[in-house]
């Protein structure tokens, strides 16, 4: 599977545990009974024990070695909503709420990672994206020095030579309409993630236009965000605003942004909002016949990833590696 020797590598040295919040989906079932099989990732499933046996009985599925909780029956259930009140004292979150709250997976899962009890979670497989992410934004909260939480793609195809192409592109799942100071911190977070995926990134914030071509307020918004991220990150090749054939097409770049050291070579994308992001790389996706790894969330102070509801077993094994290793 891509790229993934170094994860496991490091996880190897250092191994982790991943809470899954749907604990009794055979998707997540296949998961972990691979990951059992292994040594460096130790699933905790979510979910009525008896279920969760159940349903890996009846799927076929040996999770032999999981730590299956219960979040009606933990034991540390009072510490938790104690901690949940403290972490939402400024909504004014009672006990009683609280403990109604944490009997959602989503929130249950998110406070095992905000304890220590987890590493990681992964979790969506039947949640939507927003019930995901939203525990973790108001819980775990942004890395500090951070303002916002945000999401990247990893995009990966073999190319002809036997190695992989592989390309960023963000802010595809979390942010509607990113601010251009918000923008700049995608980029720089999108760039990061990519350099741990083998990317030497060259960044290209993305348009109708190509410098100055068009004119509307979200060609400024790409241009002032794209001089920003350069004097936020001198040592990243960064330019915009572009159009994604200038972006990636050496030919149409000479043409378009002549001089450029990113126009026609660039690898990681920052598009000007969710729906440009989203159907792009869906478009990679499905047309381009990319490998789609993510929404990898940026800018969180823990590591939380949430899986498409059309996953499939295999999506969330190397999504519960990229989301541990990244712990
Ligand atoms: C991510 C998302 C769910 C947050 O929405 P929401 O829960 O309605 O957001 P709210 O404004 O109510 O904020 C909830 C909390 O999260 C915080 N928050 C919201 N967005 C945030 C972000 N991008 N970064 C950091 N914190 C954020 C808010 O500050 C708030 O914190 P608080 O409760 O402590 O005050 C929303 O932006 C969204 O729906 N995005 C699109 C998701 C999607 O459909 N993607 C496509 C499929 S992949």
Sequence with gaps: MFGFGDMIAKLKKDPKTIVFTEGSDPRILEAASRLLASSFLTPILLGNEDEVNAAA?????????????????????????????????????TPEEAKKILSGANYFGTMLVKMGVADALLGGATYSTADTVRPALQLLKTKP???????????????????????????????????????VEIAGETAECAKIFGVDPKVAFLSYSTGGSGKGETVDKMRNAAEKARAKYPELPI????????????????????????????????FPDI?????????????????????????????????????????VYSMAIITAALA
């Design 275 to 315: 729906n440009a992001g989203n159907i792009g790389y869906k478009i990679a996706q499905r047309m381009g016949n990319f490998d789609a790894y993510g929404p990898i969330l940026l800018g969180l102070n823990g590591s939380v990833n949430d899986l498409s509801r059309g996953c499939n077993a295999i999506e």
């Design 57 to 93: 009985e009846e799927s076929g599925y040996n999770i032999r070695g999981a730590q299956i909780i219960d979040p009606a029956k933990y034991e540390k259930l009072d510490e938790m909503i104690e901690l949940f009140c403290e972490l939402r004292k400024s909504k004014g979150v």
């Design 145 to 183: 020095g951070n303002s916002v939480v945000s999401s990247c793609f990893i995009l990966v195809r073999p190319k002809a030579t036997g190695e992989n192409e592989v390309l960023a592109m963000a802010d595809c799942a979390i942010n509607i309409d990113p601010t251009e100071d918000e923008l």
């Design 239 to 270: 330019d915009g605003e572009m159009q994604f054939d200038a972006a990636v097409s050496p030919r149409v770049a000479k043409t378009k942004c002549p001089g450029s050291e990113v126009a026609g070579h660039a690898n990681t994308f920052i």
